[in-house]
């Protein structure tokens, strides 16, 4: 399901980078779209010693979100998400969108933003990218999938929206949300 795995020689390869299946039940009476936010709530807020040799990102060190997934319009009576159905592979310079399957709309995540800088992985990165913590982070990485029943069929966004915009327009909108956490690392040092 990562982006990165761990790797002995290099800390850390590109993955499968596969959406995981996702299931739910009981969406309440009203609800007109689903929407999903996938973020990591321990993303290192400074890069000073993120994936540097000798060095380590210590826990104390305070966290910001990672946009991982943001999904919208999502018809209120889709089935279960399958695994891979929304990602697969590592795309390098992003993935297309905001199109999405089942008529949903992507929206870019943080990717976008990480790569900015870089020749090679530069670009618009629409849809599930996951995850790829820092290799000698101390920390734990939760990741987050909340998945929103809202009582409208669609959100006012832009073309290229990001996971704050999503939030900002489900304000006032918001029936009920489920919550399911998973944790990951790249750093084998860091224990659950």
């Known amino acids: 399901l990562a982006f990165c795995a761990p790797d002995p020689a290099t800390h850390a390869r590109l993955a499968e980078n ?4 996702l299931r739910w039940s009981d969406v ?3 609800t007109k779209s689903l929407a999903l936010i996938c973020h990591d709530a321990d993303v290192p807020s400074r890069g000073d010693d993120v994936n540097k040799e000798g ?3 210590p826990a104390s060190l305070p966290r910001v979100d990672f946009f991982h997934w943001v999904l919208v319009d999502l018809p209120p009576d889709s089935a279960p998400i399958a695994r891979g159905e929304f990602s697969r592979g590592v795309a390098r ?3 297309p969108g905001p199109g999405a ?3 949903a709309k992507h ?3 943080d990717y976008t933003a990480w790569f900015a800088g870089d020749k090679d992985m530069a670009g618009n990165y629409f849809g599930y990218d996951g995850p790829c913590p820092p290799w000698n982070d101390e920390r734990l990485h939760h990741y987050v999938f909340t998945l929103y029943a809202l009582d409208v069929p669609q959100l006012t966004l ?3 929206f990001s996971g704050a915009d999503a939030r900002k327009a489900m304000t006032g909108h918001i029936l009920a949300q489920a919550t399911l956490t998973g944790v ?3 750093n084998p040092a860091a224990r659950l």
């Open 18 to 21: 596969m959406n995981p299946d």
């Open 28 to 30: 309440p009476a009203g």
């Open 55 to 57: 060095r380590t990102v």
């Open 93 to 95: 310079r992003g993935k």
């Open 101 to 103: 399957p089942r008529g």
């Open 107 to 109: 929206g870019i995540n």
């Open 158 to 160: 832009g073309l290229a």
């Open 184 to 186: 990951y690392t790249l």
